[in-house]
Each structure stands twice: as structure tokens, then as C-alpha cells.
């Protein structure tokens, strides 16, 4: 058996976004756009004050612009720690600190279970990675491009595919897409970057034309991290019998897998039996 993800879709689409800054509201326009969905991360200690008024382009959100922007959007928040230290260069409580109470602060603010992360700068070592399992988060988005389509051996080393600005980003998107290309080699096409850099280096454009050639694929499943973790844990979870006639589906989620030609779906609770 091989995965499928949602609704019996071969390949899965995502994408990242660290720091809560104000090209936030621009970037995700697009992805709503356009039907995408993406895992937004957020240093909560960072926050600018409400009383501050912001440089004319620039800068962090505010609480009550975050809040408005980001709870019930359909996209992720996630935790990026509370001021983007180097995690492998402060003390093992310090990193603690950092993790869980920016976890704690997202949650009460957001009203929603925070679960995943990308490394400031990312850095992490075993001893960080250690600490995130201990502060209960499943994934974390790593910087190091794999120039591939590829879902992790380890969720809390989560390699992305490129970042917005590379070079070959349009030829990825058109291998992912491509239906002649076996899709087992690609599952997961992921994308990441900061919002600022589209105002920096002035190229809203090649988001606007990557986040339309991307949308609307009937092979395609747009998703945010934590869901795709979710739906892969799920789909880890089967279990099968010895002959391969029975499968059951632990998890509380339906599951889909493809074997052979056929592409079978196994509802949350069910065990299915085969001929």
C-alpha cells in the first residue's frame, strides 16, 4: 500500500511563514486567493505595542492585528519561539522558556492548540530537538532546502522543498504537478520564507504567479503542516492483517491508500475486508 492523502489525492501542497509581520495580511491574501494553505510562525514576545505606531511599511503586528488576522483564517499558527534566540546557543531553560511560553501565550490568545514550530535561524542540535518533544511539539520546520518532495523520516527535522526565492522554484512547481511524473517520488511540495523579504527585495510577483500556477490541481491536497502531520500520522496508525484482507483504521481521521490501481478509502474506526 501506498499513501493518498485527503479525498484520495496523490500529493500534498504546503507552506511556511515565520516572524507575524505586517506583509502577513498581503501574503495571505493570496493564498485565499488562490485556495492555498499555509503555517504561519509567530514570536509571541515580539508583538508591537499596541501604543506604538508603526514605521510606515514595516515592522511586527500588533496582538490585536495578529488576532484579527490569523484566528479563524483556515491557516496555522505555530510556535517560533518568544524571541527568536539561537536555540543551540542559550542555556537549556532558556530554550525551555522560549518554547513553552510562546506555546502558552499563542494558545490563550488564539484559543487553539499550538503543536508545531520552525527553528529561529534554523538552528537545532539534538539537545533542542530533545527539549521540543519534552514541550510537546510534533514538527518543526527546519531552513535546509531538499530541492525534493518529501515527507520527513524525522517530523521534528522537517526539511522544506525550497524557499520562495530560489532559482528553480517554478521548475519544482512544474515537476509536482506534472501527472507523467511518478507522484510516489513527490508526495509533499513545501515552501517557505518571511513575508517582509516579497516587500525587501520588491517581487510580490513571483508569489502572485507561483500561488496561481499552484492552485486549483484536482490531484493536489492544500493543507497546513500540522494537518498533513495529522493525516500521516493517522494514515502510520493502519493496521494490517498478515494476509492483507482486513485493514483497520485506529485513528479518528478516514484515511485513504492506494494498492494497485485501486485507491481505497478506510473510514475512522472501520476495519475493511478485502477479496
Not at 515565520?18 to 492555498?36: C, S
Not at 534554523?122 to 519534552?134: A, E, F, K, M, P
Amino acid at each position: 500500500m501506498y499513501i493518498r492523502f485527503k479525498d484520495g489525492k496523490p500529493r500534498a501542497f504546503t507552506l511556511s511563514y515565520d516572524d507575524g509581520t505586517v506583509q502577513d495580511k498581503r501574503l495571505m491574501d493570496i493564498f485565499d486567493k488562490y485556495g492555498l494553505k499555509a503555517t504561519f510562525n509567530i514570536n509571541s514576545g515580539r508583538f508591537l505595542p499596541e501604543n506604538v505606531e508603526r514605521e510606515q511599511y514595516g515592522g511586527n503586528l500588533k496582538l490585536s492585528e495578529a488576532k484579527e488576522l490569523y484566528i479563524n483564517s483556515g491557516h496555522e499558527i505555530a510556535v517560533h519561539t518568544l524571541t527568536h534566540p539561537f536555540l543551540t546557543q542559550i542555556k537549556s531553560q532558556e530554550a525551555i522558556d522560549e518554547i513553552i511560553e510562546d506555546r502558552r501565550n499563542l494558545e490563550r490568545e488564539f484559543q487553539t492548540i499550538v503543536r508545531g514550530m520552525a527553528y529561529p535561524y534554523g538552528t537545532y542540535n539534538d539537545d533542542v530537538i530533545g527539549i521540543l518533544r519534552d514541550c510537546g511539539i510534533c514538527y518543526s520546520r527546519t531552513v535546509q532546502s531538499t530541492g525534493g518532495f518529501y515527507l520527513p523520516q524525522n517530523w521534528l527535522t522537517l526539511h522544506p522543498t525550497c524557499h520562495h526565492n530560489d532559482a528553480k522554484l517554478m521548475d519544482y512547481a512544474e515537476t509536482f504537478v506534472d501527472t507523467n511524473y511518478p507522484w510516489r517520488k513527490k508526495p509533499l511540495f513545501y515552501v517557505w520564507g518571511h513575508s517582509f523579504e516579497f516587500d525587501r527585495d520588491g517581487n510580490w510577483n513571483i508569489m502572485e504567479e507561483f500561488a496561481k500556477f499552484m492552485s486549483g490541481r484536482d490531484n493536489v491536497w492544500y493543507a497546513t503542516n500540522i494537518e498533513i502531520y495529522d493525516y500521516v500520522k493517522a494514515y502510520n496508525s493502519l493496521q494490517v492483517s498478515i494476509d492483507k484482507k482486513m485493514i483497520y483504521n485506529p485513528s479518528a481521521a478516514d484515511v485513504w491508500v492506494e494498492d494497485g490501481d485501486e485507491v481505497i478509502m478506510i473510514r475512522a474506526g472501520e476495519t475493511i475486508r478485502r477479496n
